[in-house]
């Protein structure tokens, strides 16, 4: 054993010693970027390295294992090239801030904000370089809140998460039959209504602002549980009464991250786009006409209100490519013909799914 640990002391040297000369190369490469005034993040170079990182790992470590390793490594980077701050809809430990860090890694700063335009406002103010807001959730569909914000922001979306979530019903109390209340989301409580039908159905339920919040409400009274992540269960010392009450076994929300700078095409890109057509028959079919001519496939399409006039609606598409890809260009130039209105949200690399 004496020997043994004294092999991985030996090895915990050399890998500290080639992280410092990797930190020391990022230091040269904070310098060039300032320079240049280009960003710190750089969402393209960040697939590549995962992606070759995933190539060459022969284990016995998981490559999701290996991911989250440089993750950290990556992120202790970003912060010596440039210290950033990200700004998410909070506050600690709400699934927009575990997404977050999920993209970013624990090196970094975070600010909570208490609603999806704070974060925009943090963002176009440029009291945060980045900012994380959800987009939409497998089982409830669109955040028609960050839908709409696009509609006026010009910010960008430069990269994504997907966050696989898992609700608990926590509680200071021991039992279910001693809860009369639980706070949560509305969002959440649309996750979780089967479960809640059956195994509380006549507790009265209670939207609050967050996951978090709800959690901090749920420590204070007596009574009460909160539907959470279990990274809030630790923060406000609540009871696991019961785990991933989710009604469905695939819960995933996907999460965007705003800034202010487009990404570079890695050749597994997805670009989101938003238009507005003119009111006559047949209209919105003529605007998918030109991705079906080029060949292009739409992952998603999503109207809202205009707020503008009555009945006149924005339409949300997500698609597979980069603005800079001959094809999607083409098709763009288009659509951008016989739209009303046509704005480019952004091109991004694709995020890896849970």
Not at 172 to 196: D, H
Not at 263 to 272: E, G, V
Request: proline residues 3%; charged residues 30%.
């Amino acid at each position: 054993m004496k020997a043994l640990r004294k092999a991985v002391d030996s090895i915990d040297s050399q890998i500290l010693s080639l992280l410092n000369k990797r930190a020391e190369v990022i230091l040269k490469i904070g310098k060039v970027k300032a320079k240049r005034k280009e960003p710190v993040y750089v969402p393209d170079r960040e697939k590549d390295v995962y992606k070759k990182l995933a190539s060459k790992n022969k284990g016995p470590i998981p490559t999701d294992s290996v991911k989250a390793i440089f993750r950290e490594i990556m992120s202790s980077a970003l912060q010596l090239e440039r210290p950033i701050a990200i700004a998410y809809l909070g506050p600690e430990f709400t699934f927009t801030h575990l997404a977050s860090m999920k993209k970013f890694g624990s090196s970094v700063n975070y600010t909570g904000c208490g609603t999806i335009t704070d974060v925009f406002s943090e963002v176009e103010k440029a009291r945060a370089d980045y900012g994380v807001v959800p987009i939409e959730n497998s089982i409830e569909g669109a955040v028609n809140h960050t839908l709409d914000m696009f509609a006026d922001s010009s910010l960008k979306i430069c990269s994504e998460v997907y966050l696989e979530i898992c609700h608990n019903l926590l509680s200071r109390e021991s039992a279910k039959s001693r809860i009369k209340k639980v706070y949560s989301k509305a969002e959440v409580f649309g996750q979780c209504r089967l479960w809640l039908e059956s195994n509380l159905p006549k507790v009265e339920l209670i939207d609050v602002s967050s996951t978090a919040r709800a959690a901090e409400i749920a420590s204070r009274q007596k009574g009460a549980a909160c539907i959470a992540s279990d990274l809030a269960a630790k923060k406000y010392g609540l009871k696991g009464l019961y785990k991933s009450i989710e009604d469905s076994a695939h819960n995933v929300t996907r999460f965007l991250v705003i800034g202010k700078n487009d990404a570079h095409p890695t050749r597994q890109d997805k670009t989101s786009i938003m238009f507005s057509v003119k009111d006559r028959a047949g209209a919105l079919h003529d605007m998918l006409v030109p991705f079906k001519k080029n060949g292009i496939n739409l992952t998603k399409i999503e109207s809202r209100p205009s707020k503008m006039r009555a009945w006149e609606y924005y339409f949300f598409v997500d698609l597979e490519g980069h603005f800079k890809d001959a094809k999607v260009a083409k098709a763009l130039s288009e659509l951008k013909k016989s739209a009303s209105y046509m704005k480019m949200l952004g091109s991004y690399p694709v995020g890896d799914s849970v």
